[in-house]
């Protein structure tokens, strides 16, 4: 059976971090694609980044302008795991995060719909100022 299971959301002040995590079964991850979106109350779901599953030379990686150099994707493979490192949060990120894998192109999975790829159940993240 198809999993992506996030964890490491909760609360944190303005200007604080957090490390979102995803595990993955291993059908999923192989040769997947994988990406973090994320939910805001009364908003549509918004790409924030996403991460190529191999390349001979490292990962591709690929951002939303508004997380670009506060947020960093990567991944494990031999822990079939995917993580968000998020710094210097605002309250504007406050949101719910889903992690999602596919097999289309890391930067194609920026215009993922919720009934492409797979999806996690997601975790929130709260942002005070």
């Known amino acids: 059976q198809v999993q992506l299971v996030e964890s490491g959301g909760g609360l944190v002040q303005a200007g604080g971090s957090l490390r979102l995590s995803c595990a993955a079964s291993?059908?999923?991850?192989?040769?997947?694609?994988m990406g973090w979106f994320r939910q805001a109350p009364g908003k549509g779901r918004e790409f924030v980044a996403s991460?190529?599953?191999?390349?001979?030379?490292?990962?591709?990686?690929y951002y939303a302008d508004s997380v670009k150099g506060r947020f960093t994707i990567s991944r494990d493979n031999a822990k079939n795991s995917v993580f968000l490192q998020m710094n210097s949060l605002k309250p504007e990120d406050t949101a719910v995060y889903y992690c999602?894998?596919?097999?289309?192109?890391?930067?194609?999975?920026?215009?993922?719909?919720?009934?492409?790829?797979?999806w996690g159940q997601g975790t929130q993240v709260t942002v005070s100022s």
């Open positions: 991460i190529s599953w191999s390349t001979w030379s490292g990962y591709g990686t």
């Open positions: 291993e059908r999923t991850f192989r040769s997947s694609a």
């Open positions: 999602a894998a596919d097999s289309k192109s890391y930067i194609a999975m920026q215009t993922m719909t919720t009934t492409e790829g797979y």
